[in-house]
């Protein structure tokens, strides 16, 4: 075979994997890469910081459960992306950063923008790995592929020297990496059967990683045989239908309170697909650890969380398809006692998620949701970063499909904007909703270029109430009247979208959020919807003092 450069072999194996984009910030560090991607099959996406690249690489994996890849040059490059490396540790995604370096005779000198990056994400991505040698490109993706997607999910870190790019390489790509998918075993569905029939109040919690529409599908089925009530981990809504008889709500941030009770009172817990970290453990108030005073059933496809923080009467190394493939095998007994629960659980979630008439202000996020609830098709996404705004959407709006939401875990502002741009570049025909504050916004406001440069033709709705709400709703608890370091001076944020190219409206009140969404909507562009909320309503059902 002719010789190739080493960028040359990289995009190679890119396409191998199936690699249909890239996200990056171009630098001079991997020009040889840039190179090799014009006129490639893989186009490249160009975001305006590397945090926003990153999120948007880690949504995309978040979307198919392969890696999205992200390019970023060396030093404050790779520092700017570790937000997203972040995001991906935390939420489970499968997720490359390739990182453009020095070259390999001046490591060690301190030389122009040098990092150690084995030192800087070794805590937090799954693999950080510098290619010294050409030829060994395809091994170390051909692995890359594999640590980001086997067992619980992450980021790889791939460092590449900038003269080994250049050098000749004369390997070929490695085929696609298909992962192994852990299901249980005979003796542990036959324990799992027995825990469950003897249940009285049983209770799912699902979340994690690794689900697919038909794993979805398979959990419900799942829990129409059983008459399980299932609840969905904190920003893993899109799971369950929430309009379906089983579905009790999110087990997240803002609890339903007769959720928490049920679950509190509940004798088996079945945690299918999540770890229950801090949020859903409602503060790890949630269960004992490490004894919870329940039957725990814990399924996983990472062996290593498996009694990490929770000691379970019955723990399964499997992916949830692994898993309830296996179960749906199982029949379920006759006349399930549990039977009222369920429904009284379903009813107890349609009453918490109505939407709310006395959130104070004109412009109000408990309207704009109803108004989304009833006019989105069931295959919208939403996506959304962090802040107290994203409460009205995890409480009002009701997910139907899987994959219509997009949110980190991690808590991340700046996500929902990256987040959506990946999304329609992956469905263009979808209809694409961000959510964002005014805060969260500005984290990665200037994604907006992004969003008009790609043609992605998202809606923005940003809730403006003028302050990190969040911060100051803790600050009212603990600082009572003593605000200091939470306001914040906007920008006018409808004309800030316009000079970007996107549609812009501002809504000052509930009446004119339908037709201002109308408008954008059938702008044929990008568009954002600047609603200028109330700085008293600091989350459903609570508002701050004037």
């Known amino acids: 075979m002719n010789a190739v450069t080493g960028g040359e072999l990289l995009v190679q194996c890119l396409v191998e994997q199936g690699v249909k984009r890239v996200f990056c910030v171009p630098g001079e560090s991997y020009l040889a890469v840039l190179d090799a991607l014009h006129g490639s099959a893989v186009h490249t996406v160009v975001a305006r910081q590397e945090g926003g690249a990153a999120m948007m690489a880690e949504a995309d994996g978040k979307m198919t459960g392969r890696p999205g890849v992200c390019f970023v040059t060396r030093g404050p490059g790779a520092t700017n992306a570790s937000a997203g490396v972040h995001v991906a540790q935390q939420d489970s995604t499968p997720m490359i950063l390739f990182i453009g370096q020095i070259s390999r005779d001046w490591s060690g000198r301190d030389a122009f923008q040098e990092v150690d990056y084995s030192r800087m994400f070794g805590g937090m991505a799954k693999l950080v790995e510098q290619i010294e040698n050409p030829d060994r490109i395809p091994e170390i993706v051909n692995r890359a592929w594999h640590v980001a997607m086997s067992g619980r999910p992450g980021p790889v870190v791939i460092v590449l020297p900038e003269d080994m790019l250049r050098a000749a390489a004369g390997t070929q790509a490695a085929r696609r990496v298909e992962v192994a998918e852990p299901s249980p075993s005979a003796a542990q569905m036959e324990w799992f059967k027995t825990l469950l029939s003897r249940a009285k109040k049983p209770f799912v919690i699902a979340g994690g990683s690794r689900w697919n529409a038909e794993s979805a599908r398979a959990l419900r089925i799942f829990s129409e045989k059983w008459m399980l009530p299932v609840g969905c981990s904190f920003r893993r809504q899109h799971l369950f239908d929430h309009t379906h008889f089983c579905y009790a709500g999110d087990v997240g941030l803002g609890i339903n309170p007769a959720l928490r009770k049920r679950i509190d009172e509940s004798d088996v817990l079945l945690l299918l697909g999540g770890r229950l970290s801090e949020n859903p453990a409602q503060g790890f108030n949630l269960l004992d650890i490490p004894n919870p005073d329940k039957t725990l ?250």
């Open 297 to 546: 059933i814990h399924v996983h496809p990472g062996p290593e969380e498996l009694g990490r923080n929770y000691a379970p009467n019955l723990a399964i190394n499997a992916t949830p398809g692994g898993f309830l493939s296996r179960v749906l095998e199982i029949e379920a007994p006759e006349g399930i006692s549990w039977t009222p629960e369920t429904e009284t659980a379903h009813e107890s979630y349609l009453a918490w998620s109505s939407t709310l008439s006395d959130t104070p202000g004109d412009a109000t996020m408990s309207a704009v949701i109803a108004h989304l609830r009833d006019t989105l098709r069931q295959d919208a996404i939403l996506t959304n970063g962090a802040g107290n705004y994203a409460g009205w959407l995890h409480r009002f709006y009701r997910f139907r499909r899987y994959g219509t939401q997009i949110a980190p875990t991690s808590g991340s502002m700046g996500y929902g904007l990256p987040a959506a741009i990946a999304a329609k570049m992956r469905y263009p025909d979808r209809e694409v909703i961000c959510l964002v504050g005014d805060g969260c916004l500005q984290m990665t406001i200037q994604e907006l270029g992004t969003a008009a440069q790609e043609g992605t033709n998202i809606t923005v709705i940003v809730a403006d109430n003028g302050m990190y709400g969040t911060i100051r709703m803790h600050q009212e608890r603990e600082y009572p009247g003593r605000i200091s370091g939470t306001w914040l001076q906007n920008p006018s944020f409808a004309p800030l979208a316009e000079a970007y190219g996107l549609h812009g409206e501002i809504v000052t009140s509930d009446a004119e959020f339908p037709g201002a969404f109308d408008r954008a909507r059938r702008s044929g562009r990008a568009a954002l919807i600047h609603v200028i909320t109330s700085s008293e309503a600091i989350a459903p059902g609570k508002s701050l003092p004037n």
